[in-house]
């Protein structure tokens, strides 16, 4: 990192913060493609499925093997989690949990990869010059990313409450309450339009803010030349707790949602 | 922080991930695990049962034992009266027996002695004669002086 960080001398901090914050992006507008972090988030996502599958494939109820006894234990860690919080009948919420406790634990752990890392492997590869080279390989530290995980959740939100509670149902709960009074039914609606679009925008900005502050901050470390070492160990020890706290904490709201879409009020 | 259309890809692989996971990931290893749980449950309920039944053995053992215990003790001591009862009745047999052969032994001794006795007179007739022969130095008709003889043998 720090060899790295000295090879880019010509750029000062700020463009070098600047440049790693960017993404490697084709495309024009909005119909632009963030390479990198779909890229990783599709590698990492398949990673899981491959791994999970191979264990589904054999799996045994009699004496499990090393990798299901540790597939076997995050399965059932989540199975627990949704068991503990969702009381209805649905076969679709333990699975997305998994997906996506998993997924976004693995999308988060790309955060301990050194931020020199990948750029520098590919010039070794390439020959390319490292500021020609964009690569972010923390997919959830993309709002893009996390908003698609959330827009997931949300439309399965309204999926759900319309399923279970019909449309009117679900059109009812907008307006009739906190307020019981008809007088007061606009303002229940904005109420109720807000706490529902901020779920989805809660879930996805609280991943994104975690994982973008601790990626910004490990660039500032690397910034600061031979003193960077120790801090950089110690900002990465510190995401010990974080990674796995921000997938936990998504994949539990997750299922809070999907669980209080089936309530019916 | 600009949004592009990388949301509708991550939607796309997340809906794509999510219904692979439901359908392909999740049941089996679920299957598995329930089917673990339910072997593990029926063994610990076997366990028990088997625990209940060896308690159950071994109290039925243990009456076993002491009904076994009884039964060898009245045996034993059946088998002493029995051996009582024939000391005793081999020794009045041999009582009877002894006795017998006493009696036989006496009997026997006397039918000797009384052959004995009838040779013994008939010889001393013999050797009377012979005496008085001798006496008179001349020869007595034996069949004429029989009825003397006769007399001193019944003496004899």
Not at chain 1, 144 to 155: E, K, P, Q, S
Not at chain 1, 161 to 166: F, L, N, P
Not at chain 1, 213 to 240: R, S
Not at chain 2, 49 to 56: F, H, V
Request: proline share 4%.
């Amino acid at each position: 990192m720090s060899a790295a960080a000295a090879t880019e001398a010509t750029l000062t901090s700020q463009e070098y913060i600047k440049h790693h914050l960017a993404n490697l992006t084709v495309g024009e507008g909005f119909w632009s493609w963030n390479l990198d972090s779909l890229g990783w988030s599709v590698f990492l996502g398949l990673v899981f499925l491959t791994i999970f599958r191979s264990v589904a494939k054999k799996a045994t109820p009699g004496v499990p093997g090393k990798l299901q006894c540790a597939v076997e234990m995050v399965v059932e860690f989540v199975d627990e989690s949704v068991k503990g919080t969702f009381h209805g009948k649905n076969d679709l919420i333990a699975p997305l949990a998994l997906t996506v406790f998993v997924w976004i634990l693995l999308m988060n752990m790309m955060d301990w990869v050194p931020v020199d890392l990948l750029p520098w492997l590919i010039s070794l590869a390439t020959g390319m010059q490292m500021a020609d080279i964009y690569m972010k390989p923390v997919p959830t530290a993309d709002p893009n990313i996390t908003f698609g995980l959330a827009g997931g959740v949300f439309f399965l939100i309204i999926y759900y409450s319309i399923k279970v509670k019909g449309v009117g149902g679900f059109m009812k709960e907008l307006y009739s309450q906190p307020f019981g009074h008809w007088s007061l039914y606009p303002i229940n609606f904005i109420l109720e339009i807000v706490t529902l679009l901020a779920r989805p925008l809660a879930l996805s900005l609280r991943l994104f803010g975690n994982l973008y502050a601790g990626e910004l901050i490990f660039l500032l470390i690397a910034t600061l030349g031979l003193y960077q070492l120790p801090l950089h160990f110690l900002w990465a020890t510190f995401h010990l707790l974080v990674i796995p706290l921000q997938a936990f904490i998504f994949m539990m709201l997750t299922i809070v949602y999907l669980s209080l879409a089936h309530e019916d009020h | 922080m600009n949004l592009n259309a990388t949301i509708i890809g991550q939607l796309i692989a997340f809906v794509v991930f999510v219904i692979f996971c439901m359908k392909f990931v999740w049941p089996p290893i679920m299957a598995a695990i329930e089917a673990r749980q339910a072997n593990i449950a029926d063994g610990l309920a076997a366990s028990d049962r088997a625990a209940k039944d060896l308690e159950l053995a071994q109290e039925k053992a243990t009456s076993q034992l002491k009904e076994a215990k009884v039964q060898a003790a009245s045996i034993v001591d059946a088998a002493k009266k029995l051996e009582a009862k024939i000391v005793e009745e081999t020794a009045a047999k041999a009582q009877v027996e002894k006795e017998r052969i006493l009696a036989s032994g006496h009997a026997e001794i006397e039918t000797e002695r009384n052959r004995v006795k009838e040779e013994l007179r008939a010889q001393v007739a013999v050797l009377a004669v012979a005496g008085a022969e001798k006496i008179l130095e001349r020869s007595i008709d034996a069949a004429a002086h029989s009825d003397i003889l006769d007399k001193l043998v019944a003496e004899l």
